[in-house]
């Protein structure tokens, strides 16, 4: 081995964006600061084209079936772009992606496969932190802001110290917890859907919360959970503005926030 090939700079780490579905429809700039998140710490991002619904509101229905045709798409695309990892801005649609080899526990062949992109799909902010270990935070923002940890990402992956630590590199950003940092807003997929009642007064209980904190920002890891905040906030005639953490992590905090000119 000569010189130049012990001297040779490693490839970047290829990752895929799994830009989750309420990312796209109602929030792409998620998608966006993701990216730009990603790159500055040194990845290669590829977006495939084939990706879709993760399949979680059929799992969580009992429509395996659903589920498992979803989840062959997804998993086609992201085998496809041959990629090292596979990143989402959303701890509840990477928890789903871990559950893929559960949903194809009927099938061995589809079953290795989910796995083996399970195994390389990371929450965002975990990625950053815990794969990667940066947080050359490059941003700034004045104000403070309260901090709200998803459900699915803080019990089932783990995530609650890396938004935090990454955050601490925004200059003239405050970050405050809440008092009742464990309960969930009242989204929870169909949830909310199956249990109106109970999920109106859950995130009525947590709009409370938040205003009590005396943060001008929202701020939280899921889109699922910040729309249904930022409506009740915003019924309850609060003027805090509601963000996805990539977003100012990425510096696009001043951009308007969700909700704002609906």
């Known amino acids: 081995m000569d010189q130049s090939e012990i001297s040779a700079p490693r490839p970047p780490v290829r990752v895929a964006l799994f830009i989750t579905c309420l990312a796209d429809m109602f929030r792409p700039a998620v998608g966006f ?8 710490a040194g990845c290669e991002v590829v977006v495939p ?33 041959e990629v090292d990892y596979v990143v989402a801005p959303s701890g509840s649609c990477i928890g789903m992606v871990k559950d893929w080899p559960q949903v194809f526990s009927d099938d061995a062949a589809w079953q290795q496969r989910a796995t083996a992109i399970a195994e390389k799909s990371w929450e965002l902010t975990s990625f950053l932190v815990d794969r990667l270990g940066w947080t050359q935070v490059q941003a700034h923002l004045e104000g403070i802001a309260a ?12 995530v609650a110290a890396q938004p935090r630590a990454l955050l601490a590199g925004v200059a003239g950003l405050e970050v405050r917890d809440l008092s009742a940092p464990e309960e969930c807003c009242g989204f929870g997929g169909t949830f909310c859907v199956k249990y109106g009642d109970i999920s109106s007064r859950m995130v009525t209980d947590k709009a409370k919360d938040i205003i009590a904190t005396g943060a001008d920002t929202l701020l939280a890891g899921d889109v ?11 019924r309850l005639g609060s003027p805090i503005k509601v963000r996805h953490v990539a977003e100012v992590l990425a510096n696009m905090g001043d951009q308007p926030a969700i909700g704002e000119g609906e």
């Open 224 to 234: 699922g959970c910040l729309l249904n905040m930022q409506g009740r906030l915003r």
């Open 33 to 40: 600061a993701t990216v730009a998140l990603l790159e500055q």
């Open 49 to 81: 084209q084939g990706q879709t619904c993760c399949g979680q509101p059929q799992w969580n229905s009992g429509d395996r079936r659903g589920a498992q045709k979803l989840a062959r798409a997804m998993i086609t695309a992201f085998e496809q772009a």
């Open 147 to 158: 901090y709200h940890d998803s459900c699915t990402g803080k019990r089932k992956l783990g």
